[in-house]
């Protein structure tokens, strides 16, 4: 990663001012860190402040201080749709006549920070469904709440034909994405999950082009998972996908089977089931199950794509068993594509 912004200082420098308590305003007690793929958190008693890394990946370059100052403001403009008492402004990270990093103030912006006001951890969905908590009431407020949403974002037209070639074309882009050879994963049961996939995505084209018909595809949140999902009262969510309209241009139905497969995998199909329900009950939009279970496949294959991407990043390579959790999101790939048309009608296909 390179920072094109000449004398504002190095990522490094950055980090370790903002882990000291004397950087913030409100001088927290302690500074937790947390270090993602493109950003640093840091959460300072009531407050969390996101920084930005200087990285360059596909469809996001953030080397310069003005690109991370435009993706910070966007950022607080997606997320305060579901999430409008949290995210509260963008603040300038400074570098003062004595040469010290400051939050705010005089001196020279060397970078840009989103600030939030911190949730309980204890709340967030993951986390009460890892300690049994999260109530149906709960569950049933967000479901609603997503039912508002989703009913308040313009629709994004696309022609029935358009869309069905639009899923097939992110088929195609995850299995070149999946079969890379760096990643060293295994083939057959790549190959197993895009056959049952390609066999699924043809016997539902007709579904597929009528969502589009009934102008059904919004700018959606884009990464719907319960870590992100605070069951506090009223509901919010936050780190809606900020850097790509297109990653975030969805069938709600389709981020919601996301929202199942996060829940199953964290351990709780029926705290996505009770989201659902409470959507379709908000909405009036039902769909077909196989037409979910689809959508539960194509966003399995996504999330073993992502992951595998971690295995080449040096950050986080050691964190987790990834290669296994990609392997076990391709066989949930499989498993629900073929609940779409059958085992007999997929037999023989990988």
């Known amino acids: 990663m390179v920072d094109t912004n000449p004398g504002g200082g190095g990522l490094e420098d950055k980090v370790q001012a903002l882990r000291s308590v004397a950087i913030y305003p409100e001088h927290p007690a302690a500074v937790e ?30 080397r310069t201080l003005d690109a991370r100052r435009l993706s910070c403001a966007e950022e607080l403009r997606l997320n305060r749709r579901l999430a409008p008492d949290v995210y509260l402004d963008v603040v300038p990270l400074v570098r003062g006549a004595d040469a010290t990093l400051h939050l705010g103030g005089e001196g020279a912006t060397v970078d840009w920070l989103v600030r939030m006001r911190r949730l309980p951890a204890a709340l967030m969905l993951d986390r009460a469904i890892a300690a049994g908590t999260a109530s149906a009431a709960r569950l049933t407020a967000v479901g609603a709440m997503l039912a508002q949403f989703y009913r308040a974002q313009p629709r994004l037209e696309f022609e029935p ?15 070149h994405a999946l079969f890379a050879p760096e990643l060293h994963l295994d083939d057959h049961c790549i190959q197993a999950a895009l056959a049952a996939t390609w066999c699924a995505a043809a016997l539902l084209e ?4 009528q ?8 700018e959606a949140h884009g990464d719907l998972r319960p870590e992100h999902i605070c069951l506090s009262d009223p509901p919010c969510i936050i780190d809606s996908l900020e850097f790509s309209k297109d990653l975030r241009t969805l069938d709600p139905a389709e981020e919601l089977a996301f929202l199942w497969i996060e829940c199953e995998q964290a351990g709780s199909a029926r705290a996505a089931a009770a989201v659902l329900e409470a959507y379709w009950q908000g909405s009036g939009d039902r769909v077909s199950e196989r037409l979910l279970d689809f959508y539960r496949s ?8 992502i992951i595998a991407w971690h295995l080449q990043d040096p950050a986080v390579v050691d964190l987790a068993p990834w290669r296994e959790l990609a392997h076990a999101y391709l066989a949930r790939t499989e ?3 073929r609940r779409v048309v059958g085992t007999d009608l997929c037999a023989g296909m990988d």
């Open 298 to 305: 194509r966003r399995a294959m996504v999330r073993a794509k």
């Open 161 to 175: 034909e358009q869309y069905v070639e639009r899923i097939t074309g992110q088929i195609h882009a995850d299995r």
């Open 335 to 337: 498993h629900y594509a």
């Open 33 to 62: 860190t947390i270090e993602t793929h493109f950003a640093w958190v840091f959460l300072a008693g009531e407050r969390a402040c996101k920084l930005k890394k200087p990285v360059n990946v596909p469809g996001m370059d953030l």
């Open 206 to 209: 007709s579904e597929l082009a």
């Open 211 to 218: 969502r589009a018909r009934e102008g059904r595809i919004v």
